[in-house]
């Protein structure tokens, strides 16, 4: 059964940073691609930043330059490092494995898999 728990969330100041983790089982990720999006209540969830199968990184225009997605495929675990938080950053982020193995684009219909999500907080 596959599992995502995501953890690293919390209240920081803008400017700070955060790291955000998600660990992965049932699933063997190594050779996939994943993604972390966001939803601020009331609004559609939003890309956040997706891994790539040859471990390239895409990211939404709001935060390049700011986050930074890897993953360990020894220990299962994707994380998501938040440097120069700003207000408008504060949202539940979620990590996500999609639908089709190599194909990991900005759209949640095309993932299958949530982790329950981990709050941030960025107050100015």
């Known amino acids: 059964q596959v599992q995502l728990v995501e953890s690293g969330g919390g209240s920081v100041q803008a400017g700070g940073s955060l790291r955000l983790s998600c660990a992965v089982s049932?699933?063997?990720?190594?050779?996939?691609?994943m993604a972390w999006f966001r939803q601020i209540p009331g609004k559609e969830r939003e890309g956040v930043a997706v891994?790539?199968?040859?471990?390239?990184?895409s990211y939404a225009d709001s935060v390049q330059g700011r986050f930074t997605i890897s993953k360990d495929n020894a220990k299962n675990f994707l994380f998501l490092q938040m440097n120069s938080l700003k207000p408008e950053d504060s949202a539940m982020y979620y990590c996500?494995?999609?639908?089709?193995?190599?194909?990991?684009?900005?759209?949640?219909?095309?993932?299958?898999?949530w982790g329950q999500g981990t709050q941030v907080t960025v107050s100015s």
């Open positions: 996500a494995l999609p639908r089709t193995r190599f194909y990991c684009p900005f759209r949640p219909s095309e993932y299958t898999f």
């Open positions: 049932g699933y063997i990720f190594s050779n996939g691609c």
């Open positions: 891994i790539h199968t040859d471990g390239s990184a």
